[in-house]
């Protein structure tokens, strides 16, 4: 019986240390609560060196209060943790690095922080695990990157520790279950304490220690497009892609990416998409954050329903007037979450559409192009063909592929770009940046943002490619450079050619489409200002400062 | 009017901010009257600009429109903000101080002919520094010669604003209409920013660079005179109203008593709030003698 020679194990040890954590920073705490003014004191009692903790930063919302603690811990009391960010947005996250607090670093997106990134990954100063897709790096939060300590984020906490995170639930609850459920400790600062939260979104079952922050948590409006830097080509791309793809596949479930190419489509629901005949037929169910610019689509009757991954500055008072189209909880505001919004985008929408900055022959895409790493956020995730679907719809199935009587549907995946960028750049190149990028960080992949399989269709100035429809990567190519325009993979193209493609129906100009290209003007747009948004909301949008020009 | 009615006339208006400085000045003049003079085919552009690696354009930046106004003969000078900022070089301020000189003349022949000035202009052209700040000079004296004759209305409209030295001009003209976008300053936010530094003025902070350059206060604080919708016919309106308006005993310009009161109510040693500004204007009183 070999069994019985065994030692005794102790199955309880994650919950024996978190009892002497919590034991530890009893100084510097009131019940659940930790004064603000020891917020540094309370972490260094509580970390131990080494501690994988996972730190709320996403690409909006972001617990700056306890970032700043941590970058002010002592290194010779807590030093070489291991840091989980999904987005490096603050110098305060790189600071941890500098001063040894942290060593490893697991993350999905570093953009406004990439530059410096990339001098602390040379200078030895960090080692990254690996760069994730947003749900990817929640995923591993409960496989094998468990954080011990989440230092979280929400709007307001009562003195029980529920949670109320108002419009900007995004990853809170994702994050706290993976830690409240493998006895890690969460803190959360909060813009306020108060007696009673108006909604509870997070239990406090949950979270072990609340902190008010002195000032509110910062957030970005990152989704926010101003109409008025919206030209003729995005218009024209966008009545190309209504006639070409969305009414073509009667597109009724979908999820756009940010930018003002789809800023555009938005705004041209009520105005060429009305005319068309449209309304009621394409676009009716989105997941997709708040865009000020969907404003005009949901008020002329487009929009039947909107799941969040995330609020969005100014449109607290819009959403929570339109409870029938957004999810909003009983206090009336905004609910998002992102990682089921993901999920949503991932197996319940019929078409992605985002904006590249980098495309290669065989349409895969990048929008890693300044010679750094700037991570890939949640592109990705919504940027591809799920298998794992198995539900249909006329616009899945429209896509067929495989060979009788094994079939599938497929999921369209568009991307959307002029064939130069600002300053005589070409769009369509030879090698994606991405590629020598990923050698020089030591990466064992390119990092790729969207893979050429994947891409159903691209869009530029020029007209469509309906990738899915090629027979072969020969005949993509040639789809890819139809559409490439005056670039080095456009001039591999010529007349004879494009009228094959045309005729086999894998190459769409605008004429083959019926889209005028003399009508692609702003007047088409049904808000050309932010004021137009405003007005259309009725007076409820209330844009942030920087896009206020009145 | 209901609130949902305001938010649609709103909406219906058409916007005169999207508009180019051609379809502007357009825009303004009686239907059928426009007429465009030294236009992009008499092919006038600036030599200065090639040689520094600046594209340059047929008509210059500058649109010169005779017509009619409310049936009145006029001319309206628009400035292109989407070419060079508006930025005023050589061909551009002789296009519109011969514009205002002809309209001078035309008045002294006989024919009252009022002259606008649509002015989206982030000053002088630096390609053209010397050439242009001595056109702005005559783009000046321009209009203070038409301005005894006939009314010179300005525009302020958006999105850019009238910065640097065509805010001289500005100051000069008989009238000047803005929309809240409309902005208005000497020095720009952006070269306060860089010059003073971002203590000083945060260029990034809408709401501050317009609580202080915006239409709304420029007219609270009597710097302009009216506050009009970004809407083609309430524009059009305005300006009728103030070239019917006819030649002021004293122009703006002229009341150096009045402003020089405004600047010595202002405490240089303390931070005033743009809030503040009309209020302590109003009050302040004029010393009695003295020049103006």
């Known amino acids: ?550 | 009017m209901t609130l949902t009615e305001s938010w649609a006339a709103m909406l219906s208006r058409t916007s005169f901010i999207e508009l180019d400085a051609r379809e502007r000045a357009g825009a303004l003049l009686d239907d059928g009257t426009a007429r465009e003079l030294c236009g992009p085919f008499d092919r006038i552009e600036s030599p200065w600009l090639e040689p520094q690696g600046v594209v340059p354009q047929s008509d210059d930046g500058v649109v010169v429109v005779k017509g009619r106004l409310g049936g009145q003969p006029a001319v309206v000078v628009g400035i292109e903000q989407a070419f060079q900022g508006g930025g005023i070089g050589e061909v551009p301020g002789v296009k519109i101080a011969t514009a205002l000189s002809l309209a001078a003349q035309d008045n002294r022949e006989g024919t009252p002919t009022a002259a606008v000035l649509l002015l989206e202009t982030g000053g002088v052209r630096l390609q053209e520094a010397n050439l242009g700040l001595a056109t702005v000079a005559e783009v000046c004296a321009a209009v203070l010669e038409l301005r005894a004759l006939q009314p010179v209305v300005g525009v302020v409209a958006g999105a850019l604003g009238c910065f640097g030295g065509m805010t001289i001009a500005a100051g000069l003209c008989t009238k000047l209409i803005m929309t809240e976008e409309g902005r208005l300053g000497l020095n720009g936010p952006e070269v306060i920013e860089s010059e003073a530094g971002v203590a000083e003025f945060d260029a990034s902070d809408h709401a501050l660079v317009w609580s202080i350059d915006g239409g709304r206060q420029r007219v609270r604080t009597g710097l302009a005179d009216a506050l009009v919708l970004d809407d083609v016919s309430a524009l059009r309106s305005a300006v009728i109203d103030a070239v019917r308006g006819g030649v002021p005993d004293e122009h703006r310009s002229q009341r150096l008593r009045e402003l020089r009161a405004c600047l010595e109510s202002v405490d240089p040693g303390r931070v005033v709030e743009a809030s503040e500004v009309a209020g302590g204007w109003a009050k302040a009183v004029p010393r009695k003698g003295g020049a103006g």
Not at chain 1, 44 to 72: I, S
Not at chain 1, 522 to 537: F, K, P, Q, T
Request: hydrophobic share 40%; charged share 25%; glycine share 10%.
């Open chain 1, 1 to 550: 019986m070999g069994f019985a020679n065994a030692l005794p194990r102790d199955w309880t040890k994650r919950r024996t240390a978190k009892r002497e954590r919590l034991e530890a920073v009893r100084p510097h705490v009131s019940g659940r609560v930790v004064n603000p003014a020891r917020m540094r004191d309370t972490l260094q009692a509580l970390l131990r060196p080494g501690d994988r903790v996972a730190l709320e930063g996403d690409n909006q919302k972001q617990a700056d209060f306890l970032a700043e603690a941590l970058a002010g811990c002592d290194p010779d009391v807590v030093h070489d943790l291991h840091l989980l960010i999904s987005s490096i947005s603050l110098p305060e996250h790189l600071d941890v690095f500098e001063r040894g607090v942290a060593r490893r670093l697991d993350f999905a997106y570093a953009g406004p922080q990439s530059v410096r990134m990339a001098q602390l990954l040379a200078d030895g100063k960090v080692e990254v695990g690996a760069i994730h897709t947003y749900v990817e790096l929640y995923a591993r939060m409960f496989v094998d990157l468990i954080p011990g300590v989440a230092l979280l984020c929400a709007e307001q906490a009562d003195r029980d520790g529920n949670l109320y995170t108002g419009a900007s639930t995004e990853d809170t609850p994702t994050i706290a279950e993976a830690v409240a459920f493998s006895d890690g400790v969460t803190v959360v600062q909060v813009n306020e304490i108060v007696d009673r939260v108006p909604r509870v979104d997070i239990p406090g079952d949950w979270v072990d220690l609340v902190v008010e922050s002195p000032r509110p948590f910062a957030l970005e409006p990152l989704f926010t497009r101003d109409p008025r830097h919206i030209g003729q080509v995005e218009i024209l791309m966008a009545m190309m892609t209504l006639r070409g793809i969305y009414e073509r596949h009667e597109v009724t479930t979908l999820n756009h990416g940010i930018g003002f190419d789809t800023a555009a489509i938005e705004l041209l629901l009520p105005t060429y998409g009305a005319e068309l005949g449209l309304r009621g037929k394409i676009c009716k169910h989105w997941t997709l954050n708040p865009h000020p610019t969907l404003i005009p689509a949901i008020e002329s009757g487009w929009v039947e329903s909107v799941h969040c991954f995330g609020g969005e500055p100014g449109m607290d008072r819009y959403v929570a007037a339109r409870p029938d189209v957004f999810f909003t909880g009983r206090d009336g505001s905004l609910r998002s979450n992102r990682v089921l919004c993901q999920l949503a985008g991932q197996y319940a929408v019929d078409l992605f559409i985002g904006s590249s900055l980098q495309i290669d022959a065989d349409a895969n895409s990048s929008t890693v192009t300044e010679g750094r790493l700037s991570g890939f956020g949640g592109a990705p995730n919504m940027g591809h063909d799920p298998h794992g679907r198995r539900h249909p719809s006329p616009t899945w199935l429209g896509l067929l592929t495989g060979e009788a009587p094994i079939r599938r549907g497929r999921k369209l995946v568009v991307q959307v770009t002029q064939t130069f960028r600002t300053g005589g750049t070409p769009a369509f190149v030879e090698t994606l940046d991405a590629v020598p990028v990923g050698q020089d960080a030591g990466m064992p992949i390119p990092p790729i943002m969207i893979y050429g399989d994947d891409v159903s269709h691209v869009v530029t100035e020029e007209g469509v490619a309906y990738l899915y429809k090629a027979s072969g990567p020969a005949e993509r190519r040639d789809a890819v450079a139809a559409i490439a325009g005056a670039t080095p993979i456009g001039r591999r193209s010529d007349d004879r050619r494009v009228e094959v493609l045309r005729r086999d129906g894998l190459v769409a100009l605008p004429e083959d489409l019926k889209v005028d290209v003399r009508r692609a003007r702003r007047s088409l747009l049904a808000a050309r200002s932010i004021e137009d948004l405003v007005a259309w909301s009725g007076g409820l949008y209330e844009p942030p400062a920087r896009f206020r020009s009145w």
